[in-house]
């Protein structure tokens, strides 16, 4: 068993265990159910989170240089260690997206997007779930899921109007994640529109310079062509003007040489 093989036999049931997660906590936080539908609940949450943990433990032990894999997959201890990060592994479904772009930057670019996207999307999502869980419990004015998406969207777009806030201290541990991620959203969201201005620029001057390329080549065809024209019409412009010296040319004295002398 190698570390990329596991990998492909994972993908598919750590997904299904991300949507078990993400059903299952936001039933639990949102209708907040008592009894046996509770401890269900409760017991399949375990049994997502039992599925991250194995497979973390599974992939570490297969990994060629395991203090590099365990440095390098820092994120993927947080699944297991921070239990609301878990649904995050939902985002390897976006990537099958990856398919529709047609250039090779395009598709760097438009992956960027999707995860971007994807990823903030579900945060606000689980965050909300999270604060709502932890402030609700500690009687903090966040009280409703509605209160709490709207403290999430405030947050992570770094506007914080300051209505609503958490006091408990997951509560403002989430409120610190939140800010930390708009402040990484709005640098990916920079750097993919320069790289896009770079790209249109980049391809304009593409154009101009083939553009200028072309003419030049046909500058000189036009140049090869005027040569080729003159050179075939030299002999025949050289011949008539020869033939007219060689006519005119007649017994020459030199000028000193006195002339005949003068009848009587």
């Known amino acids: 068993m190698t570390l990329e093989r596991w990998r492909r036999i994972t993908e598919w049931p750590l997904i299904v265990a991300s949507l078990l997660f993400l059903v299952t906590y936001s039933i639990q936080v949102i209708v907040d159910p008592k009894g046996d539908v509770g401890a269900l609940l409760e017991d399949l949450l375990w049994v997502s989170w039992g599925t991250f943990l194995i497979d ?51 598709a760097v670019r438009g992956q960027i997007v999707i995860y971007v996207t994807s990823a903030t999307l579900l945060l606000v999502y689980v965050a909300s779930l999270a604060v709502l869980d932890a402030e609700r419990a500690g009687g903090g004015s966040i009280s409703t899921f509605g209160d709490a998406i709207w403290w999430a969207f405030a947050t992570i777009t770094t506007v914080g109007y300051g209505d609503l806030a958490p006091i408990t201290l997951q509560g403002r541990i989430i409120a610190v994640g939140l800010m930390l991620s708009g402040i990484a959203l709005l640098g990916v969201v920079t750097a993919t529109f320069a790289s896009w201005i770079v790209e249109q620029l980049s391809e304009e001057n593409t154009s101009r310079q083939a553009a200028t390329v072309a003419h030049v080549d046909a500058l000189r065809t036009e140049i090869a062509e005027l040569r080729a024209t003159l050179a075939a019409m030299a002999p025949a412009a050289v011949a008539p003007t020869t033939a007219r010296g060689e006519a005119s040319t007649g017994p020459t004295r030199s000028p000193a040489e006195p002339g005949p002398p003068p009848e009587a």
């Open 56 to 106: 973390y433990i599974v992939s570490l032990a297969l990994a060629p240089r395991r203090w590099h894999w365990f440095l390098t997959h820092l994120f993927n201890l947080a699944t297991v260690v921070l239990p609301m990060l878990r649904p995050l592994r939902v985002l390897r479904v976006v990537t099958l997206l990856t398919v529709l772009q047609r250039t090779a930057g395009r």
